[in-house]
């Protein structure tokens, strides 16, 4: 008895006999994804764009027993997606069991200084790449009986990160599409969610986060109060792929060490200020405070932003009576949302 329920579980939560494309599998997310599908038992195919730093994985895979291969190929070229998509077809015989639509990239500038040259190839790279792959996927996944896309989204496309606005834009589209692919495939089999990690120690981050201050920054504006590792998405991305996920489709989920709940303290504090009331709202966080405060003013509200860590009782005790001086020892409010 033990010994069925145990072979049940190992099914639940294995990958073995399927059979996987990941985009972007050299580097970053898309390598830890690549081996981690492998590990739990999958056949993976990659691609890139550099044919030797593909060469050097696939010695590195081969040298580990996990059974990779790959394709040279820049998915943001509709002949080059079409070539990767029969070299898939033919590698697995007519049937793909998981589609991980990894790759992306992003130009970091404020959107007025946007060339058309770059709006088309992040469209292409981000949006149109990922379409087309999963247009050219179907049959295969159908085939499959038990088909899994993923599509790496963004935090970028379900907050607002100051990042750029078009790179936020695709990442939104990408997940609206998971939404509706959830739907319209639902009949064919085939499962599909998006996963939205925030800052990710990847080579691609690393050209922003190498600045000191800047990484400053993100880390204080996340809860968990650092960066996130490829593994913490590429972990997520396994899950939604095994048999165990068989419920999950159609979902949007944030790897974010707690970033996106931001939402929910912005909005409260914004409408309880529409509303009339008069507002202080503390974060340990100086400059995102800061930003608070001018798109605050901006908007004529009267929210007052003293800097507090309430892990302290010396700063709790301190946050109170300041609130108290400022609002004449009463307050009819108080709005608890640090987790
Ligand atoms: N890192 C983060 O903080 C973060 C946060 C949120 C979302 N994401 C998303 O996660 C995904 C992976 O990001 P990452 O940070 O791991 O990126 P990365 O470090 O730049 O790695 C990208 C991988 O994709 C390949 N690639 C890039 N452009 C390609 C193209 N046109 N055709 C084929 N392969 C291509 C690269 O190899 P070649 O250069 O050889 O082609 C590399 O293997 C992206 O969709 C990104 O938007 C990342």
Redesign the pocket.
């Known amino acids: 008895m033990a010994n069925s329920s145990g072979s049940c579980k190992n099914k639940r939560w294995s990958l073995n006999g399927m059979t996987a494309l990941v985009?972007?599998?050299?580097?970053?997310?898309?390598?830890a994804i690549v081996e981690e599908l492998a590990e739990f038992g999958a056949r993976v195919h990659t691609?890139?764009?550099?044919e030797s730093?593909l060469e050097a994985c696939k010695c590195n895979w081969d040298t580990k027993g996990l059974q990779v291969s790959y394709s040279v190929?820049?998915?943001?070229s509709r002949a080059q997606r079409e070539k990767l998509m029969e070299a898939v077809s033919s590698e697995f015989n007519g049937k793909l069991d998981i589609l991980v639509n990894?790759?992306?990239?992003?130009i970091v500038k404020p959107t007025t200084e946007f060339t058309a040259e770059e709006y088309a190839v992040l469209m292409a790279?981000?949006l149109e790449?990922t379409y087309h792959l999963n247009q050219l996927a179907h049959p295969l996944l159908k085939a499959s009986g038990r088909g899994n896309i993923i599509l790496?989204?963004?935090?970028?496309g379900v907050v607002s990160v100051n990042v750029s606005s078009l790179y936020s834009a695709t990442?939104g589209a990408i997940n609206q599409l998971a939404k509706n692919l959830a739907c319209e495939w639902a009949k064919d089999d085939i499962r599909v969610n998006s996963v939205?990690?925030?800052?990710?120690r990847?080579?691609?981050?690393d050209t922003v986060l190498c600045d000191k201050e800047y990484l400053e920054k993100v880390e204080g504006r996340t809860p968990l109060g650092r960066i996130g590792e490829?593994e913490e998405v590429s972990s997520l991305v396994t899950f939604l792929c095994m048999p165990a996920a068989s419920y999950i489709t159609g979902q949007t989920i944030c790897v974010d060490g707690g970033l996106t709940t931001e939402r929910f303290r912005h909005a409260v504090v914004e409408e309880l200020a529409q509303f009339g009331a008069r507002v202080h709202k503390c974060a340990r966080n100086e400059f995102e405070l800061e930003a608070c405060k001018r798109n605050r003013e901006m908007k004529g509200f009267q929210v007052s932003y003293p800097i507090c860590d309430v892990t302290s009782r010396e700063q709790r005790e301190k946050l109170m009576e300041n609130v108290s001086s400022k609002f004449n020892g009463k307050l009819n409010i108080l709005v608890r949302s640090i987790y």
């Open positions: 985009t972007g599998g050299t580097k970053g997310i898309g390598h691609c890139a764009r550099n730093e190929c820049d998915v943001s990894n790759v992306g990239t992003c790279t981000n790449s790496m989204s963004s935090v970028g990442k939205a990690p925030w800052f990710i990847t080579p691609l981050a490829v």
